[in-house]
């Protein structure tokens, strides 16, 4: 039977960063991974994130932005094209190979880092003496592995909405809708999150109409509600989608060659039918097969494994990080919890803060945030001040013909020192990393007011902003 130091069970962003780094630090290392490729006929490492999340969404965002500038944007540049086409399913397959490419990065740098990759779903069987005993099963063949130390990385999976099942041909969750390879004429989104968001701005400029219907009466209720309110603003008034708000879903009939969806919102009850619509009501955490109950493996009431903040479950020397966990469902927070583990397994005692986690959502404008709201300062009863610039005057966002969005800095109203900064404009998934930094480092108005910021760039934004916290900008 082999034996290793670390067990990693989930290759996704979380395990296989833990993996990599766990093999860095020494220890000898297996990540067993049960994900295939679309075809499902190979195994392919990486997760959501690589499969069928964040990079293949980011891949059909930018596939669109480019048709979409083609027919909207080109001629103010005098550059004339004819008439545009599109081709979903070049798109999809454009898509496909970026995703092929990530997911056999993946193998590569295990091979590189000595990890060894197993193939199989992993389940925790028990205990022998100080060794775990992880089950490997690869279609009914089984095997067991014992490790020192396991790292559970098995992510999160679509919330069922019980109205009505994922056929992935008409009602489609995230796996679905980024593999149409026919523009729907009509396409209903359930949810208005980051996924409802992304994906139906993809099809929206593609030529879909795209109606969003979402629980709540507040739009983007984590994020500031100044960036949310101008959000929705561009998103419904200049870019067309319908997104309905406080909607109370009724009944939603797959029809085969349609699917129909009645609903009450205002008081009013209407029904509606898309040729195509997309469930994205958030995403649970994945427990299932691991034998969490049989070994003792407590979850929260959520169904999250129970974690302290140092990613510890309550069963000796069995760590559980990324979507599996609570906190934000983000890759990054995956994978840095996964890199904390190992060198906390290694002894040593890396520090992870919350907090200080970036969020975006690549809509177009984007939006990213780090740190607190205002509405959480409010809640909180802290004292702030604020200062926010736009991108309407920007020489650099004037020359992207991107120039519209708002960035806002606040910070603690007695020692300066930044709290929360939030941003909608061009490109700030880049930009939200300085405000990344001023956070980790606990960096004041002040000293983003007085660091130097190329010109032109986008990042004049961000500085502006923080000169109006101190009621000082030049350009505003
Ligand atoms: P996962 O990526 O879910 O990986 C879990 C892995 O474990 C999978 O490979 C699975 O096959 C495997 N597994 C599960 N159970 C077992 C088992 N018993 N045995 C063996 N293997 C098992 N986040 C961002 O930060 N930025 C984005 O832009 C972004 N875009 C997204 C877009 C979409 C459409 C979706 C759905 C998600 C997006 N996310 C994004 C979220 C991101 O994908 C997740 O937060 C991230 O993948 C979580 O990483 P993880 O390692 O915890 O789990
Ligand atoms: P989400 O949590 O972002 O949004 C789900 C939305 O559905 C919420 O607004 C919720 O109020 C609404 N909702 C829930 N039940 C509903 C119902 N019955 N009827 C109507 N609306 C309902 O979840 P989403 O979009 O599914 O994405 C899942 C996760 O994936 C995100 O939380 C995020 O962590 C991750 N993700 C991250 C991205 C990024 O970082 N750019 C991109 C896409 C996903």
Request: charged letters at 25%.
């Amino acid at each position: 039977m082999s034996q290793f130091d670390v067990v990693v069970i989930g290759a996704g962003p979380g395990g296989y960063i833990a993996a990599i780094r766990a093999a860095q630090l020494g220890f000898k290392t297996a990540c067993i991974d049960a994900g295939v490729n679309k075809a499902g006929d190979a195994p392919a490492l990486g997760g959501t994130c690589l499969n069928v999340g964040c990079i293949p969404s980011k891949a059909l965002l930018q596939s669109s932005e480019h048709f979409h500038a083609a027919q909207h944007e080109f001629a103010e540049h005098g550059i004339t094209v004819g008439s545009v086409k599109f081709n979903a399913a070049k798109m999809i397959e454009r898509k496909d190979g970026i995703v092929t490419k990530l997911t056999g990065g993946i193998k590569f740098l295990f091979q590189k880092n000595k990890v060894e990759s197993l193939f199989g779903k992993g389940s925790l069987k028990g205990r022998n003496g100080d060794l775990w005993q992880v089950e490997v099963d690869d279609k009914g063949n089984k095997s067991v592995v014992e490790a020192k130390h396991v790292i559970i990385a098995t992510g999160s999976v679509p919330r069922p909405l019980p109205l009505v099942d994922i056929d992935n041909v008409n009602v489609l969750d995230n796996e679905g809708a980024l593999n149409l390879t026919a523009v729907p004429k009509k396409l209903g989104v359930i949810g208005s999150g980051v996924i409802g968001l992304e994906m139906g701005s993809v099809w929206n400029r593609v030529g879909s109409e795209v109606t969003i219907l979402e629980a709540l009466p507040t739009f983007l209720g984590a994020t500031d509600q100044q960036i949310a309110k101008e959000a929705f603003k561009i998103f419904t008034k200049e870019q067309g989608l319908t997104i309905e708000l406080g909607v109370k879903l009724n009944e939603i009939k797959n029809n085969k060659k349609s699917v129909s969806v009645s609903y009450e919102v205002g008081g009013e009850t209407k029904t509606e039918t898309f040729d195509k619509l997309i469930v994205s009501i958030g995403r649970i955490p994945n427990t299932e097969g691991l034998n969490a109950e049989a070994v003792g493996l407590e979850k929260d009431e959520r169904g999250f494994i129970k974690v302290d903040d140092e990613c510890r479950t309550n069963l000796p020397n069995v760590w559980a990080i990324g979507d599996v966990v609570r906190g934000p469902m983000l890759a990054h927070k995956a994978s840095d919890e996964g890199v904390a583990v190992a060198e906390r397994i290694a002894g040593q005692k890396p520090h992870l803060d919350f907090n200080n986690i970036p969020f975006v959502i690549y809509t177009d404008p984007e939006i990213a945030w780090v740190g607190k709201t205002e509405e959480q300062l409010k809640a909180e009863g802290v004292e702030y001040k604020k200062g926010t610039s736009g991108f309407a005057a920007n020489g650099r966002a004037l020359g992207l013909g991107k120039a519209k969005g708002t960035v806002k800095v606040l910070a603690c109203a007695k020692t300066d020192r930044i709290l929360g900064i939030h941003m909608i404009g061009p490109i700030v998934s880049e930009l939200v990393a300085e405000g990344v930094m001023s956070l980790e480092f606990s960096a004041s108005s002040e000293d983003i007011a007085r660091i130097v910021h190329a010109h032109p760039t986008l990042s004049e934004v961000l500085h502006e902003a923080a000169l109006a916290v101190d009621k000082r900008a030049l350009h505003g």
